[in-house]
């Protein structure tokens, strides 16, 4: 733009210019909010990832149940005497991201362990019962997690997530 | 584009770009120091509008992409879920509705300009027949475009406009069939639209890159239709045109936003809230308006395929323009005579447009004869006789000379210049209004909403009161599928609290499953879940219901309306009036009467209603005084029922009107400033030019 003034000497011209062209950017700013905005979840995905509740009564010790909450797989395992002995005995300075077990299962519950199945490394899904610490096995890149959902080897950087939840009875729990 | 640059960038990295790909010079030659005649009235500013209107609706449609399923069966409510759930769907969609007319609007203005200054004439042919095939693939688009939404006239449209290539000899059932992918309209055709709906905006872009091309080769015609000889006549494109053109893009926009905020249905049809029906047809079909005049053309001839062989010349005839004007003279300023028949011609086509939307019937047939004939003489007979006799007025000498010639009161041209566009663009998009014919319903009478006019709001007891009657009377027969119980507790809705729209959920049974059984099952509602329909299917609806299905009423209110016709229509745009679909809601609710008027016969199983077209309706009587009692002491009468019901439909087809509204009146403001703002900077920056 060819302006006649100089910079020691600002104009109505000047400011003129100025103020119109911060009103287009403001404007612009203004209009790229909604085109970008639109990209996060709408309504109905937010409200379908309100809180869910799972029955517990129907898994034997020994088994585990996968139930999704946000399109996310959440392993419930009910755990075995010697899973949570051995969960418990680790040595924490021995693991890559030191969590007690009890800081992993809700007092009272320790049979019951709720992880977010998701592998910590790439998003694969671990497979339960498999791998060497009586845990999940990661077949995408040879994460090995135990029977706490700690990561115990491989290349995944934590443990696994505990997801929000808590027990409405000793046989219910609502995830979220 | 014209030819090499001698720009060079002073910064040594775009320098050391500048000499492997010139793309800098390209843009200085172009778009800075491109030549550009002085003389340019605002008219010529709708070249950088349809710009800024074409990237903007390749913009909103790509994110628009982003959230619609083109499949039959989902394609309605995806559209429905845009508007409800997506972050600013609602305005992401009217801004592509609306814009597509907006679109047109400006095509429109833009070609009429051409044919008034003759920017068609030699050397400017090719640009011209550029700008033609441009309009051709808009018009494409368009069409597709507005099959996408899988409403009635989305669905009976697109059966109209394919079945017009049936009229071909020999060939024409196999070409439709092609179209279709199957034996009708179905899902196939649906896909294939939404498909070539995305990749036409892209073919416009490359055709409009030629069209800017060619005009930067000839350079730009101007009011005067005399090439600049000297430097005097020419200013440089950066800032001059620029600034202008910015100036006329933030009128344009308030225009534009006006529809966006304010009336975002006002161009389009009732009928298209109304999912798509291979079984009925709409009383009235009428493409979008900007389609009106050639579906005029078409229907005033009464042989098929001379009809359709008429419309596609209507279009074609304009490649041959350059040739059948060949007056010396490009601007009707000086041509006495071409001048009144060019304003002539505007007319016959305003008026051509006008009979596309009435029905074809009587005296509408006969002047959209008159008219075609008209429209075909301008260019067959008019144009190449006035070339022949016409004594053109003198030209002046330069540019330079036209500019100082001009006499004084440049502002109050730009005033009456937007004045003239918003009463035309008024006029004309009033013009599409359809017929409705009232088939003997009475027009039902206007009454107050507090969501009327541009500081609407919905009155929260009203919706309240409404979802009560809804709950406790019309949910015996009419599903509400596309409003969820969470929706009680958004803003701008009936005021619940999250707690109490759940509690208002855990009243009803919802099917779900299937269990770990394999079986479904029921379960007390979610906030996340929807009204629950009162029946299984549509059959099932129908028959309980003596035949007829009772309608969803989620969006009964928009898909409910009546004629306003003339001149009625041109005020509602400016006093902003959309609640016919309210105002005939109340009014059917409350138009039952027990005995028919002499001379009305009511079939049996049918009731008499004052307001309903046809006045035989197979709902019996819904409300009766004292049927639902309010907590708030409002009165128990029907009156009152009809209208909180009313208003509470109203939210559950439009929930985000306020918003809507609210944002409309601060994009308002904003845009009225920055126009003062740009038409200060414009002056200030052409002070030097004049």
Known sequence: MTTASSADHPTRRDFLFVATGAAAAVGAAATVWPLVAQMNPDAATIAAGAPIQVDLAPIAEGQDIKVFWRGKPIYISHRTKKQIQEAQSVALSSLPDPQPDSARVKAGHDQWLVVIGICTHLGCIPIAHEGNYDGFFCPCHGSQYDSSGRIRQGPAPANLAVPPYAFLSDTKIQIG | ?690
Not at chain 2, 346 to 372: D, H, N, W
Not at chain 2, 405 to 418: D, E, F, I, N, Y
């Open chain 2, 1 to 690: 584009m014209s030819g090499p640059s001698d720009f060079q960038p002073s910064n040594p990295a775009l320098k050391w770009i500048e000499r492997r790909l010139p793309i800098f010079g390209l843009i200085h030659s172009s778009f800075v120091a491109y030549p550009t005649p002085r003389n340019l009235n605002y008219w010529w500013t709708f070249g950088a509008i349809l710009s800024m209107m074409l990237a903007l609706q390749i913009l909103t449609g790509v994110i628009l992409a982003m959230h619609y399923t083109p499949h039959a069966d989902l394609a309605f409510k995806s559209v429905e879920l845009i508007v409800r759930d997506v972050n600013y769907g609602w305005l992401l969609r009217n801004m592509h509705a609306c814009g597509a007319s907006m679109f047109f609007f400006a095509v429109y203005i833009h070609m009429f300009r051409g044919l008034y200054y003759g920017s068609y004439k030699e050397p400017r042919e090719v640009l011209w027949i550029l700008g033609v095939i441009i309009y051709l693939l808009m018009m494409a688009t368009g069409f597709m475009g507005y099959v996408l939404p899988w409403g009635q006239m989305s669905f009976w449209g697109a059966t109209v406009i394919t079945n017009l290539f049936s009229a071909v000899p020999y060939f024409g059932e196999s070409i439709v069939t092609l179209l279709w992918g199957g034996y009708s309209v179905g899902n196939p055709t649906l896909n294939r639209f939404f498909s070539l709906h995305y990749l036409l905006p892209f073919v416009i872009a490359g055709v409009v890159v030629l069209h800017v091309w060619a005009l930067h080769v000839a350079g730009q015609n101007n009011p005067a239709g005399v090439e600049p000889k000297t430097e005097k006549d020419t200013v440089p494109f950066t800032p001059y045109a620029t600034i202008k053109d910015a100036f006329g893009v933030s009128c344009f926009l308030i225009f534009f936003a006006w529809f966006i905020f304010y009336m975002p249905n006002y161009l389009g049809d009732a009928d298209n809230y109304i999912p798509a029906n291979p079984g009925v047809t709409p009383a009235h079909i009428v493409p979008e308006w900007y389609y009106l005049p050639f579906y005029a053309i078409l229907r005033s001839i009464p042989n098929k395929l001379a009809g359709v062989v008429a419309m596609f010349s209507a279009i074609i005839i304009l490649c041959f323009l350059p040739w059948l004007d060949s007056a010396r003279t490009r601007s009707s300023k000086y041509r006495p005579l071409a001048k009144q028949f060019f304003w002539i011609f505007v007319v016959v086509c305003i008026l051509l447009g006008y009979l596309g939307s009435q029905p074809p019937e009587g005296i509408y047939v006969i002047a959209g004869r008159i008219l075609t004939v008209c429209y075909f003489a301008y260019f067959l007979i008019v144009l190449p006789l006035l070339a022949r006799i016409e004594t053109p007025r003198p030209l002046p000498n330069s540019i330079a000379d036209d500019v100082l010639a001009k006499s004084k009161g440049r502002a109050a041209t730009a005033a009456s210049v937007m004045l003239a566009l918003v009463v035309a663009g008024g006029l004309f998009a009033g013009s599409t209004q359809n017929a409705k014919a009232e088939e003997g319903g009475s027009a039902p009478p206007a009454q107050s909403w507090s969501f009327s006019g541009p500081f609407g709001k919905y009155d929260r007891g009203s919706l309240q009161r409404g979802l009560k009657v809804y709950k406790e009377v019309c949910s015996a027969c009419h599903g509400l599928s596309y409003v969820a119980f969470r929706n009680l507790a958004d803003a701008g809705g009936p005021g619940y609290s999250e707690a109490q729209a759940a509690a208002f959920a855990s009243e009803y049974k919802i099917k779900d499953g299937p269990n770990d059984q394999g079986e479904m099952f029921e379960r007390p509602g979610r906030p996340a879940d929807y009204f629950p329909s009162p029946f299984p299917n549509e059959q099932a609806a129908r028959a309980a219901n003596g035949g007829a299905a009772p309608p969803d009423l989620s969006l009964i209110t928009k898909a409910r309306s009546y004629k306003r016709g003339f001149p009625q229509f041109v005020i509602d745009f400016f006093s902003q009036y959309q609640e016919q679909g309210p105002d005939y809601v109340d009014a059917i609710l409350q138009g039952f009467e027990d005995k028919a008027p002499a001379g009305v016969t009511i079939p049996e199983g049918s009731y008499y209603n004052k307001y309903f077209p046809g006045h035989a309706i197979k709902m019996p009587k819904p409300l009766s005084d004292g049927q639902v009692t309010f907590d708030d002491g409002s009165p128990a009468t029907v009156k009152q029922y009809a209208h909180d019901v009313t208003t509470f439909l109203m939210w559950a087809a439009e929930p985000h009107m306020e918003a809507r509204k609210r944002i409309g009146m601060q994009v308002f403001v904003f845009l009225i400033i920055f126009a003062f703002l740009m038409y200060f900077t414009k002056r200030k920056v052409w002070a030097d030019a004049h």
